[in-house]
């Protein structure tokens, strides 16, 4: 078996507290959540590494079922211990830019991708204003910002007004991410409101819209690699630009999978939405 790279799911805090932001399409809502256990987490970290080396992992992605970095501590310290793979974490930047001096600390524990939730175009502005995107670079790490493509972003708005805005911020890399319902949802009333919300609020049409604007505006000279699973960055005046049709992984090759996922819950999966998936 091989993994393009290990996702860790960050543990949240013992108070308990998840996120800091109510998405109103929170795909965690409706995958649904685990019981964490961060003493089998710690326990399990020595037998990831092990599994990453020998299927050949490349990167290695902190995240959560909420807001990874309301958990710092945990963040810090699991980071630590992959320091020698490229590290990414995803974040939807509300604490960080609260807490810019945070940043050297994530820079200090092997940082390297900074990856920015975004789904309104005032959360760019904002983030400017608070010096976050500037701060990042200034640590020398990437800033990645990764655009929810919602009617949250004005409908009137095509890619290219979007891309003028980001290019005028500190910005080394933009994700558009379609936002769709999981083929598999928990049956809670949390994730039929999200699953709603997303068919009222989502037109897949406007995605693949901008998609095709997109390709416009690059050509196969301006291709820079074609990631493993598949979807393709180009460099559109000097930063780098990728679309991404799916938010989780929900199927896999047997033999070569996207992610191995290391849970809250201290063990490892190669699924998000199948606890049959377990390794151990």
């Known amino acids: 078996m091989k993994a393009q790279n290990l996702t860790i799911s960050i543990p949240p805090k013992e108070d308990g507290k998840i996120c800091d932001k109510n998405c109103e399409y929170c795909i965690s809502r409706m995958t649904g959540y685990i019981p964490y256990d961060y003493n089998m987490f710690l326990r399990n970290i020595e037998k990831v590494k092990t599994v990453s080396e020998a299927t050949a992992v490349s990167a290695v992605l902190l995240t959560g079922k909420g807001e990874p970095l309301l958990n710092f501590k945990a963040v810090t310290e699991i980071s630590s211990h992959f320091r020698v793979y490229p590290l990414e ?22 940082m390297d991708v900074v990856s920015i939730s975004i789904d309104e175009i005032a959360q760019l502005y904002n983030f400017e ?10 640590h020398g790490l990437t800033v990645r910002v990764c655009l929810n493509l919602t009617d949250k972003i004005d409908r009137a708005m095509d890619f290219k007004s979007v891309f003028d805005i980001i290019k005028s911020m500190d910005i080394d890399q933009v994700l ?14 949390g994730a039929k409101e999200a699953a709603r919300w997303i068919t ?40 780098g630009v990728s679309f991404s049709d799916y938010c989780i992984q929900e199927a896999n090759n047997t033999e070569d999978i996207r992610s191995l996922i290391f849970l809250e819950d201290g063990h490892l999966y190669t699924a998000w939405d199948k606890m049959s998936s377990r390794l151990f």
């Open 89 to 110: 974490i995803q974040t939807n930047g509300l604490w960080l830019s609260k807490n810019l001096m945070a940043i050297s600390q994530l820079k200090a524990c092997g």
């Open 129 to 138: 204003a608070l010096e976050l995107f500037k701060t990042i670079r200034d």
């Open 176 to 189: 558009v991410r379609n936002i769709m319902v999981p083929f598999i949802c928990t049956d809670t009333n």
């Open 200 to 239: 009222r609020n989502v037109n897949p049409a406007r995605y693949e819209w901008w998609y095709k604007e997109f390709n416009k505006l690059v050509s196969e000279k301006d291709l820079i690699r074609v990631l493993p699973h598949g979807a393709k960055v180009y460099d559109l005046d000097g930063i």
